[in-house]
C-alpha cells in the first residue's frame, strides 16, 4: 500500500516514498505527515551532470508553511530538479515526477505543503496501474495492476 495527495483537478501532488505493508500502517504514515508538517525538512535538489554540478538549496517548512534555507544532497537523473520531505531523518513523501527548471519544483512542494493539513482523508483503497519500475510483490496476479493506497492523503 502506497498513499499519494492528490489535488482537485485530480493531478497527483507528492506520494509516499515507501510501500507499506498494510492499510494501517499507511494510514499511520499518512497520520504522522499530517500532524509532524511543521517538523518536516524539505530537501530541493538537482543530480550533478549538467556543467557545474550544483545543487539546488533546500527548504525547511515551518509551522506556518514558509521555507528556510537548508542543505541539500544530490538527487536522481542528470539535470532534473525533485524535492523529497524529511522527517527524524527519514524520508516521508517525495515528488510524484521530476522538473526542468527549480522554480517549477519549489511551486509544486510549496502545492503539496499547503495542501497536506487541509486534504481530506479518503476511506478504503484504490487499484491504479502499477507505476513505471514499481514492482509490488503479488503484481504479477493481476497485469498492470499494484494496489495503492490512492486518495489516502
Known amino acids: 500500500m502506497t498513499w499519494r495527495l492528490v489535488g482537485a483537478n485530480n493531478h497527483e501532488l507528492g506520494r509516499s516514498p515507501h510501500v507499506h505493508s498494510s492499510l494501517t500502517a499507511c494510514c499511520a504514515a499518512v497520520h504522522r505527515l499530517r500532524t509532524e508538517t511543521a517538523r518536516v525538512s524539505a530537501l530541493v535538489v538537482m543530480s550533478p551532470g549538467t556543467g557545474s554540478g550544483t545543487l539546488g538549496a533546500g527548504a525547511g ?81 493481476a497485469p498492470g495492476l499494484a494496489v495503492r493506497g490512492g486518495g489516502l492523503l
Open 61 to 141: 517548512a515551518g509551522a506556518s508553511g514558509s521555507a528556510a534555507p537548508a542543505a541539500a544532497t544530490a538527487g536522481g537523473g542528470a539535470g532534473a530538479w525533485t524535492w523529497q520531505l524529511t522527517l527524524d531523518e527519514h524520508c516521508v513523501a517525495v515528488a510524484v515526477r521530476t522538473f526542468r527548471r527549480q522554480r517549477e519544483c519549489r511551486h509544486s512542494l510549496q502545492l503539496f505543503l499547503s495542501a497536506v493539513t487541509d486534504a481530506q482523508v479518503a476511506s478504503g483503497v484504490t487499484y491504479t496501474r502499477r507505476l513505471r519500475g514499481l514492482r509490488l510483490p503479488g503484481a504479477s496476479d
